[in-house]
């Protein structure tokens, strides 16, 4: 047998590969961008989009696995989750859940209309296309197939909230995604710096080889794997989640246009 290559190591969770673990299958990935947009998805762009979830998914359990370590528990619930998230503000994605889950009711605030009367919760769509958070409960089996790779049990309301917020986030980087190939790329309006006062400004920021290409190349009806690149760009705003999601990203575009 030809032995295989090995794997970049990466300074994250000590988890596999999304080549080697893959909760979320390309066909998943597919149906819901098929919820988005009539756009081709290449089969790049399925496996780069899968990485990218399952690298914020990890990401996730792996903080509230050290939320719960300090409470001495093993089984993950609820809290644990809202405690990854006050530790690790890039853990704050796929938002569009929060309004339809227990967990953070209370956490989003109160809406009150122009006259001053609350402004009741929404309901779930009767449309006949799922939206992401009908649709969430295609992620539960990606989910359950994560915990166990991380070691990791969860209560099922803890289940729930991660399978709506994969559901959330894959679709947002669906829109994203699929929004940068009718512009033609990513559209950019420069940084901001904070400096104190008597302090010498930083240096210029040097784009990362990690960063995903402002214009793309390629037809206009084909969502490829630099796509997602770039739409995971707008979706993690920074910090080392940013940097392993398009590094595990891009080993995935890598590996599949090489097998």
Do not use: C
């Not at 081709?40 to 690298?55: D, F, G, K, L, N």
């Not at 630099?226 to 979706?235: E, G, K």
Request: a positive charge; charged letters at 25%; zero cysteines.
């Amino acid at each position: 047998m030809t032995p295989q290559p090995a794997r970049l190591e990466h300074s994250g969770p000590d988890t596999a590969s999304v080549m080697d673990v893959s909760p979320f299958k390309p066909s998943l990935v597919k149906a819901v961008f098929r919820d988005v947009t009539p756009m081709h998805v290449s089969r790049s762009a399925a496996w780069a989009a899968a990485a990218v979830t399952r690298t914020v998914l990890t990401e996730i359990i792996d903080g509230a696995r050290r939320a719960a370590a300090a409470e001495a528990r093993k089984k993950l619930i609820p809290g644990d989750l809202l405690s990854a998230i006050d530790r690790n503000v890039d853990l704050e994605v796929g938002n569009k859940w929060y309004d339809h889950s227990p967990t953070f009711q209370g956490l989003t605030g109160v809406l009150y209309d122009a006259e001053g009367a609350i402004v009741p919760s929404r309901k779930r769509s009767g449309s006949r296309k799922p939206s992401a958070v009908v649709g969430a409960h295609r992620f539960e089996a990606g989910v359950k197939k994560l915990l166990r790779s991380q070691g990791a049990t969860a209560v099922p309301a803890m289940v729930r909230d991660l399978d709506g917020i994969a559901s959330v986030f894959l679709t947002d980087l669906a829109r994203d995604a699929a929004m940068i190939v009718r512009e033609g790329g990513v559209k950019r309006f420069g940084t901001v710096t904070l400096v104190m006062s008597g302090e010498p400004a930083p240096p210029p920021f040097v784009e990362s080889s990690l960063q995903a290409p402002s214009t793309r190349t390629g037809d206009g009806r084909t969502i490829g794997g630099d796509d997602i690149l770039a739409a995971t760009t707008l979706q993690l705003f920074g910090g080392n989640l940013r940097q392993r999601a398009l590094a595990e990203a891009r080993e995935a575009t890598q590996a599949t246009s090489a097998g």
